[in-house]
């Protein structure tokens, strides 16, 4: 049997821009500037799905079948950034960027709107033979992100993605990969009603379903025609904490309301700052489980409903996004 010319994942990279807006819409969008990275191992998956419908779906044995439009899906996984991932964050708030524009470190204020915000999305990959390979996603909705952060290791970022339309090419050259500004462990602090808690892990989850039920009929190949959002967002905080007396005595009344924010911060002053805020205006103690252990520090963990997410901040050495 001939040896097949094997893909590898060793050389993966990860890109996406902004669609510009036009006539009132990011579809079809002319893309941004791409930004590039490489994904943790396993962290570039995409699928493809066709819906295959029996025309007599009491047989056993169909005739005849009809194709249902072709749908894209995936999800990127990287380390988290401070630099170039704020696109992400505005494509799933659905927001413009409110930038500072005083010079660096600008400041990106986002907040949740309606915008339908399409990306454009690159898989690059290598086979053996180190021939070059890249799939371009078009039209793509962010459906969900996950930022996960433990101790010891770097705060993980995991976006889920659905596509209109994919596109397959042999680049004649490598994408030029962005510096990312990596967050550390240890620059991940929590706050609830001011008061700084000892956070052990968790998991920040922004979340919102896509509807792609509009399908062009009018051909021989099905495609989806548009995405849109389709539901509320949903933003849902888990943490496990080390308990004070200070934490105590916020926590012990579990069904009151309390603030919020998440922060990513490098701790540099002036224009080597970077930092990330998720300001939460309430925070909700969904379930609180504790395990007081007769040795060490105690710990809680709790998940938190989010009823509101007042703002996204980021800030570093970028102007405002280019779309």
């Known amino acids: 049997m001939a040896r097949g010319d094997y893909m590898t994942g060793q050389a993966s ?4 821009g902004l669609n510009a807006a036009a006539s009132g819409t990011r579809w079809d969008g002319t893309v941004g500037t791409m930004r590039y990275n490489k994904p943790l191992p396993g962290g570039a998956n995409f699928s493809i799905g066709a819906d295959q419908n029996p025309d007599e779906s009491m047989d056993v044995d169909a005739t005849s079948y009809t194709a249902g439009a072709t749908k894209h899906s995936g999800t990127i996984k990287q380390f988290l950034s401070y630099e170039h991932q704020e696109l992400l964050l505005i ?7 409110s930038v500072s524009t005083s010079g660096a470190p600008y400041t990106h204020t986002l907040a949740l ?10 898989l690059y990959y290598e086979n053996f033979k180190i021939i070059k390979f890249l799939r371009t996603y078009t039209n793509a909705l962010v459906t969900q992100i996950t930022i996960t952060f433990a101790p010891e290791t770097r705060p993980i970022i995991e ?31 929590l706050t609830i009603d001011s008061s700084t808690a000892c956070i052990n892990s968790g998991t920040l989850t922004i ?7 509009d399908i062009t009929m009018g051909c021989d190949d099905p495609n989806v025609g548009t995405l849109f ?38 701790g540099r002053a002036t224009t080597d700052n970077r930092k990330i805020t998720f ?10 489980d504790t395990n007081p252990a007769t040795w060490g520090k105690r710990k809680e963990s709790i998940n938190w409903a989010v009823p509101t997410l007042a703002s996204v901040t980021v800030i570093n050495s970028l102007e405002p996004a280019q779309v």
Do not use: H, K
């Not at 494509?91 to 960027?97: K, S």
């Not at 709107?113 to 999305?121: F, N, P, Q, R």
């Not at 979340?207 to 039920?213: L, W």
């Open 13 to 16: 990279i990860v890109g996406w």
């Open 207 to 213: 979340s919102r379903p896509a509807d792609d039920s």
């Open 159 to 189: 976006i889920s993605w659905v596509a209109q339309s994919v596109t397959a090419s042999t680049p004649g050259a490598v994408p030029t990969l962005n510096t990312m500004t990596l967050v550390d462990w240890s620059e991940v602090t």
């Open 229 to 266: 959002y389709n539901g509320q967002r949903t933003v849902q905080l888990t943490t496990e904490l080390g308990i004070d007396d200070t934490m105590e005595t916020i926590l012990a009344a579990t069904t009151t309301t309390v603030t919020g924010a998440l922060v990513c911060d490098n």
């Open 279 to 288: 300001t939460f205006s309430s925070l909700r103690a969904s379930t609180l």
């Open 91 to 97: 494509a799933m708030l659905g927001t413009a960027d």
């Open 113 to 122: 709107a309606d915008l339908e915000v399409y990306l454009t999305l690159a």
